[in-house]
């Protein structure tokens, strides 16, 4: 036995088998990315591979009674999804994957379609914590959801296939930038420049004032039944356009929207529907406002958790009482699926490279996150951190451990320490990746694969 640490690359730790396996899942995982880009697309893409795998609604499985080996999904107001593999006690703790649905977005303003200088625009908020800047220049597609005045329900989803158009951010052009360029990079553009480009044409308008707008809310009337009043109770967004792709000669990375935290949430889903072991509760966890600091009802900070398992409970016993939910959460043992930040050899000046992530060298354990001195971290004890160091070693699962850059460089959270709360035995355990909250993402399909092959291990034990 080996008294140093060894850690290798997931790429010269597999065989051929191996190989090929990784290059399988990152096409079903490429799947997901393109056909859920933001929460409610991914809410619609999991219940409907949970019903294919045999999961009810609760509703349905309260109705019947619920039992021991019951597939049960729950969904919370199309933004977050519970999924349950009921085992024989609830009481004697869960075995929980919670992962988050939503990802940094440029969400449309309230009031926001107006006319200026030939143009037409949308104005934006952004949503999480970006970098202004890339964002000009990226084709974007419009994605979400209205009830219109007409009482019609909309799902909006423009700009991603080819016929389509895209939406766009103008820059400054480089021969004009010479005082923009000595700004600091915050200050490159400011929130309210983020306006959208989405038309110009202004023929066949009878109207002198404003026709390009009022030519676009004749399309939206006559192909969606949207006014201009629908803003004002809509949820849209504005995502970088274009379907996930391969980079690289060797096809062994993804470039796409998103992986924050598609990555995590897609190896959730396959990983609970690949469980053998049903003696104790399995539980997937897929929400909501986790990139604004998990505030609102379909956060990991509200109840509906919780309101479930209460009601499973309920259903299961005849003895109910809150202490029996508190007992569920307290013997309970879970993994906050979250990404973190893999070392970038060209910002190498960000991260401690002893305890940093590698790409290619599997899933990542972050024992805390938070900021400097662990602030507002989430810190997982020895005992739980060798519990699943075991567990990740008796399955072939390869990883490594990182922390989220230098100490007093900045840092990061999840919703592990929501869970934390309950009494939960949690840790932060996830895909390492390049580029997060940019636009465009970057992960290792070796990474991606070996996250699902750890969730897994975690869900048998």
């Known amino acids: 036995m080996s008294l140093e640490l060894d850690r290798k690359s997931v790429w010269k730790s597999v065989d051929d088998n191996g190989y090929r396996e990784i290059m399988a899942y990152g096409e079903r995982y490429k799947n997901f990315l393109n056909a859920a880009k933001n929460e409610r697309e991914s809410v619609d893409f999991i219940v409907e591979q949970a019903k294919k795998n045999g999961f009810i609604s609760l509703s349905e499985a309260l109705e019947n009674g619920v039992k021991k080996g019951d597939k049960i999904y729950h969904n919370e107001k199309n933004k977050s999804v519970v999924l349950f593999v009921i085992g024989d006690d609830l009481t004697e703790g869960m075995t929980i994957l919670g992962s988050h649905i939503d990802s940094p977005r440029l969400d449309i303003k309230q009031n926001p379609l107006y006319q200026d200088s030939e143009l037409a625009y949308l104005k934006t908020h952004y949503y999480g914590g970006i970098k202004k800047y890339p964002w000009l220049t990226t084709p974007l597609a419009l994605h979400g959801y209205v009830k219109t005045k007409s009482g019609r329900e909309v799902s909006l989803n423009i700009g991603e296939d080819e016929s389509e158009p895209v939406f766009y951010i103008n820059d400054l052009l480089a021969h004009f930038s010479r005082e ?254 390049l580029s997060m909250h940019s636009p465009i993402e970057l992960v290792s399909k070796a990474d991606a694969y070996m996250t699902f092959k750890g969730y897994r291990a975690f869900l048998n034990i």
Not at 245 to 262: E, P, Q, W
């Open 180 to 433: 923009q360029v000595k700004k600091p990079a915050s200050e490159f553009i400011s929130a309210e420049q983020l306006n959208i480009v989405v038309g110009h044409s202004s023929f066949g308008a009878d109207d002198e004032k404003n026709p390009i707008k009022t030519l676009i809310l004749k399309y939206l009337d006559e192909k969606y039944s949207i006014v201009e009043e629908d803003f004002a109770v809509a949820e849209f967004h504005a995502v970088p356009a274009g379907k996930a792709r391969d980079v690289g000669f060797d096809k062994s990375l993804i470039a796409a929207y998103g992986h924050d935290d598609s990555v995590c949430a897609y190896a959730c889903l396959e990983a609970i529907f690949d469980v053998k072991n049903t003696d104790r509760t399995i539980v997937g966890l897929f929400v909501d406002k986790e990139e604004i600091g998990s505030v609102g009802n379909t956060s990991m900070s509200a109840k509906f958790f919780e309101n479930v398992v209460a009601e499973i409970i309920n259903s299961m016993r005849d003895d109910y009482s809150d202490l029996l939910v508190r007992r569920a959460f307290s013997k309970s043992k879970a993994l906050s699926a979250d990404v973190t930040a893999a070392l970038d050899p060209d910002f190498r000046e960000v991260s401690d490279d002893k305890n940093a992530a590698i790409l290619g060298y599997g899933i990542t354990i972050n024992k805390y996150t938070g900021a400097g001195g662990k602030f507002m971290a989430s810190d997982a004890n020895a005992e739980f951190l060798a519990e699943v160091r075991d567990v990740f070693n008796k399955n072939g699962v390869l990883w490594q451990t990182a922390v989220m850059g230098k100490t007093d460089m900045g840092g990061g959270g999840t919703i592990a320490y929501i869970l934390a709360e309950h009494g939960v035995e949690i840790l932060d355990c996830g895909t390492a990746m």
